[in-house]
């Protein structure tokens, strides 16, 4: 008998390459708004860009700021910030999200591990902070819908990861006890701290690479050859390096 049987996955970092997927898709903005003369330097203009899209995400998500202005803050202040001018920053938003979701880069094993789990017979959903259109042509342009039974989204639900009411509007709609459902996402703070607030066990994704809260190492727990496994009365959190050790885990 499976100890799990809802797999609930996060989309951004943890299946969607998100790091390689935006790169290209302001590469290409930049050169369709033909910007290249205003920035020569393309890396420090997206890294200063990410920098800037990350506070206003985290602002975002603690109600802090509404979409609007998010939207139009990013490109405003990175725009500014290298002195660009000649450029409306709603526009360029509006052209960098026509074009980031149609980016169709995976990381290395989703395909293959997504495959193995729904040939066991897992029932498979998608808990994602993000626009919902945006988020919607993500998943259909990258293949990956097909694995997919139910898409949760933050804006459609009103309630950004690690808020509560999105894993228990998930729970309500996949008619799922809490026993038997999982987490699987790459931050430490919305996917992992936010399910087990609601007594889900959780899969963290520790990406050496990425700019992350990294669990202290207290949370490791048992080490299983492929992953650690630290169990609570509630639930327990299990640490992979890679999604394949998924198939270690189900």
């Keep these: 008998m499976k100890k799990y049987e809802q797999l609930f996955f996060d ?3 943890t299946l969607w390459d998100f790091e390689t997927n935006s790169r290209l898709a302001m590469l290409e903005t930049v050169a369709e708004l033909k910007l290249d003369t205003q920035i020569p330097d393309f890396d420090a203009f997206f890294r200063h860009y990410e920098t800037i899209n990350t506070k206003l995400w985290e602002a975002y998500r603690n109600q802090q700021i509404r979409k609007p202005e998010l939207i139009r803050k990013r490109f405003e202040e990175a725009l500014r910030h ?5 450029v409306d920053p709603l526009k360029m ?3 960098y999200l026509q074009l980031m979701p149609m980016q169709k880069q995976l990381y290395t094993d989703v395909i293959e591990t997504l495959d193995y789990l729904q040939q066991r017979r897992y029932q498979m959903h998608i ?3 993000g626009f919902t259109d945006v988020q919607h042509r993500k998943i ?3 293949g990956l819908r097909q694995y997919f039974d139910r898409i ?5 639900i009103q309630a950004p990861k690690p808020d509560k009411r999105i894993f228990q509007h998930a729970l309500k709609c996949c008619n799922s006890k809490k026993s038997k459902s999982i987490m699987i996402g790459d931050s430490w703070d919305s996917d992992i701290l936010g399910a087990r607030s609601m007594g889900i066990s959780q899969v963290f ?10 669990p202290p190492r207290k949370e490791w727990g048992e080490f299983k050859k492929y992953y650690f496994e630290n169990k609570t009365p509630a639930s327990t959190t299990y640490i992979i390096e890679k999604i394949a050790h998924l198939t270690k885990i189900f």
């Design 11 to 13: 989309l951004d970092h």
């Design 82 to 86: 290298f002195n660009i001018t000649g």
């Design 93 to 95: 938003n509006e052209l």
């Design 127 to 129: 808990i994602t902070n």
């Design 140 to 142: 259909e342009s990258s």
């Design 152 to 156: 949760f989204i933050s804006e459609e």
């Design 205 to 214: 994704v520790l990406k050496k690479d990425k700019i992350q809260q990294t």
